[in-house]
């Protein structure tokens, strides 16, 4: 069954460093997204990305993230000098459509550290 | 503005005993409703949504909900139980005609005793 991987599964990083959080998605889905969860916290919506653009993003998602689709099979999340309160879990999601009824297939996240 | 409350951060029961978790909404217009489960090491997987037909929705795993708007609650129910039900069940909440983009709830954690 076709599912949405991530790597690494655990991230440490230095305060301030610069991290790449990695995503395969479904191969033939067409929208991805990138939600976050710190610990004992709701999942919050970061992003959506369609047609290799950014369709949608929440006001998290600042000038400190970045989302790319290098290849036809990756999509990735860059944070910039890292603070500590970036240390969350981080989940990669796709689907076929956009719809609001439409299942996101979820990945099984990135642990980020912020040390 | 949308959003769902998940009452209870754990909820611990025995193996056969009934599993209630929580889920109420706030939303302006008739909502999609969904539950996600995570077991241990994985993504979410989607039990179970609710897309305005039938009122009592089933899932995979036995599990069942039933949208409720006069209470505007969307609890997730099964009548037994496994071991293996053991793991993070997510509420989450989206508008037909608006975003798509699902509100979740913070997530209570089922806890099975043999």
């Known amino acids: 069954e076709p599912e949405v991987t991530q790597t690494p599964s655990h991230q440490v990083t230095q305060m301030g460093q610069e991290v790449i959080l990695r995503c395969v998605p479904i191969?033939?889905?067409?929208?991805f997204y990138w939600y976050r969860q710190i610990l004992g916290q709701k999942v919050e919506f970061l992003v959506s990305?369609?047609?290799?653009?950014?369709?949608?993003k929440s006001e998290i998602f600042d000038d400190q993230f970045s989302v790319e689709r290098p290849d036809g099979s990756n999509f990735t999340l860059k944070i910039r000098s890292t603070k500590l309160e970036d240390s969350a879990m981080y989940f990669c999601?796709?689907?076929?459509?956009?719809?609001?009824?439409?299942?996101?297939?979820f990945g099984p996240g990135t642990r980020l550290t912020v040390l | 503005a949308q959003s769902v409350t998940q009452l209870g951060s754990h909820v611990s029961v025995s193996e056969g005993a009934l599993v209630l978790l929580r889920c109420n909404y706030s939303?302006?217009?008739?909502?999609?409703l969904f539950w996600y489960v995570q077991y241990p090491n994985q993504g979410l997987q989607l039990l179970l949504k609710?897309?305005?037909?039938?009122?009592l929705v089933k899932g995979i795993n036995g599990f069942e909900a039933e949208f409720k708007k006069s209470e505007t609650s969307f609890h997730l129910t099964k009548p037994s139980a496994h071991m293996s039900d053991a793991a993070e069940y997510f509420c989450?909440?989206?508008?037909?005609?608006?975003?798509?983009?699902?509100?979740f709830g913070r997530g209570t954690s089922l806890i099975v005793h043999p």
């Open positions: 191969s033939n889905h067409l929208y």
């Open positions: 939303s302006s217009v008739p909502p999609y």
């Open positions: 990305f369609y047609n290799n653009e950014i369709s949608e």
């Open positions: 609710y897309t305005s037909a039938a009122t």
């Open positions: 989450a909440v989206s508008h037909p005609g608006g975003s798509y983009i699902p509100t």
């Open positions: 999601a796709s689907s076929e459509r956009s719809s609001g009824s439409d299942e996101q297939f």
